[in-house]
């Protein structure tokens, strides 16, 4: 069971679909198709903590804070209330991140492994989406090649429970102004840049805690 012992501390220190099945589309976007659109998607001069053309709350840009002690690091934790995504690092800090999760109940809490890692993901609605909102979604029922305004944008990690894909996701969105905010489909969004920079830290086999509202901390700007 999660509880607030185990979350983070809140003193500073120094989408949209979001939910993908499985993708039916064929193609995969080269290694110069990936670097065009990772150019596309980061802006001149990019400085993580500074860096806001999409005119979000400067505190949901990144920041390293401080982590309670005993939190393992590489876990990713994610709070349902402030709309943060924590990522442990060694040393007693965490890099922070403003995201946007999962409206009403199709935000899904628990503890969950990270099994896949994709860069330019594929993305397909799953068949609840489609029945759920047609008027979205249908159109999309064939799968959505890469790309800037692919559902899951430019990177996404994979949560399952065990051995079962949970179609839920931790990606970057082309809707960064949903940042802050529970606008999803169940998943987790970062805006493209930043979830870059998270990508690459981030290792298979480690785990992504999802905090209810209850079991969540209000992080203090």
Not at 44 to 70: E, I, K
Request: charged share 20%; net charge neutral.
């Amino acid at each position: 069971m999660l509880t607030r012992r185990h979350f983070i501390s809140t003193s500073m220190a120094l989408f949209s679909a979001t939910i993908s099945g499985p993708s039916f589309a064929a193609s995969w976007p080269t290694e110069e198709q990936k670097a065009a659109w990772d150019a596309q998607i980061t802006p001149a001069g990019y400085n993580p903590g500074t860096s806001n053309p999409w005119g979000l709350h400067p505190r949901f840009l990144p920041q390293r804070v401080r982590a309670n002690d005993g939190l393992v690091p590489g876990d990713i934790h994610v709070d349902a209330v402030a709309k943060y995504l924590y990522h442990i690092e060694a040393g007693g800090t965490a890099m922070r991140y403003g995201v946007a999760i999962g409206r009403g109940d199709l935000y899904e809490p628990g503890v969950y492994t990270i099994e896949r890692k994709v860069e330019w993901p594929h993305w397909t609605p799953t068949q609840n989406m489609i029945n759920r909102e047609p008027e979205i979604y249908a159109q999309f029922e064939g799968g959505m090649e890469p790309g800037p305004e692919n559902a899951l944008g430019s990177r996404a990690l994979y949560l399952y429970v065990g051995r079962k894909d949970t179609y839920l996701r931790i990606h970057g969105t082309p809707f960064p102004r949903s940042i802050g905010t529970s606008a999803s489909s169940g998943c987790v969004r970062m805006v493209m840049a930043h979830i870059n920079d998270l990508y690459s830290k981030v290792e298979i086999g480690s785990t992504a805690f999802l905090y209810s509202v209850a079991e969540s901390v209000t992080a203090r700007s």
